[in-house]
């Protein structure tokens, strides 16, 4: 009989530490998503559950802002979408000029401001530079007030121009300064996320000019 109820008092004791280690233990292990389970690149971030698969820290560059880097908690505006840099070294070093082909219907606003840019001694061969492009977008924009329903739109845009002092009008684009347009945000977010997929091969240096069709 002593025995019995020694037993029951040590099982009574143990209960309880076995419940608080279920109560601390974390979360289940759920299978990762995909960027297209989220609505926007903020959200990805936040979520931090798909693969970030060039290990820069930010998830989903190719989605719409709201956008977020590293270590942001969104309370603030919502930055830029980040620019797709490679960090290997297979990224493509092709010879000529790479036509990066758009939606003329899809993209009727960003076309009337590149064509008028161009017509305007603006280059329409471009020349993929991502390093320093944030800064280079936001020392340009600083001066153009915003627009509600609307985004300011560049041409050159900042990861197609940038290799030195100044901006030299005609094939070679240097520089931070560019043509700015005011163009729906839709239209525009879009256009951005596309470019930047499409550009994503290709090392810095590469030459590209936009093609409507």
């Not at 020694?6 to 530490?17: D, E, H, K, R, S």
């Not at 520089?175 to 945000?185: D, M, N, R």
Request: hydrophobic share 30%; net charge positive.
């Amino acid at each position: 009989m002593r025995f019995l109820i020694g037993t029951l008092i040590l099982i009574g004791a143990l209960a309880p530490a076995a419940g608080a280690r279920a109560l601390d233990a974390g979360p289940e292990a759920r299978a990762s998503a995909v960027c297209s389970d989220h609505p926007n690149q903020a959200a990805a971030q936040r979520a931090a559950d798909t693969v970030d698969a060039d290990g820069d820290g930010i998830y989903c560059e190719s989605l719409p802002c709201p956008c977020l880097k590293p270590g942001e908690d969104g309370g603030s505006a919502p930055s830029p979408t980040p620019t797709p840099d490679p960090k290997h070294t297979g990224c493509q070093r092709p010879a000529g000029v790479q036509p990066i082909s758009f939606s003329k219907t899809r993209y009727p606003s960003i076309r009337r401001h590149a064509e008028r840019a161009i017509a305007r001694g603006w280059p329409r061969t471009l020349v993929l530079n991502r390093s320093g492009a944030d800064a280079r977008r936001d020392r340009l924009l600083g001066s153009y007030p915003t627009r509600r329903g609307h985004d300011r739109d560049e041409y050159p845009p900042a990861l197609g121009r940038g290799r030195g002092a100044g901006l030299t009008k005609g094939s070679d684009p240097r520089g931070w300064k560019a043509e700015v347009a005011y163009v729906a945000s839709s239209e525009n977010r879009s256009h951005g996320s596309v470019l930047g997929i499409k550009l994503r091969r290709f090392c810095d240096g590469t030459r590209f000019r936009y093609v409507f069709y």
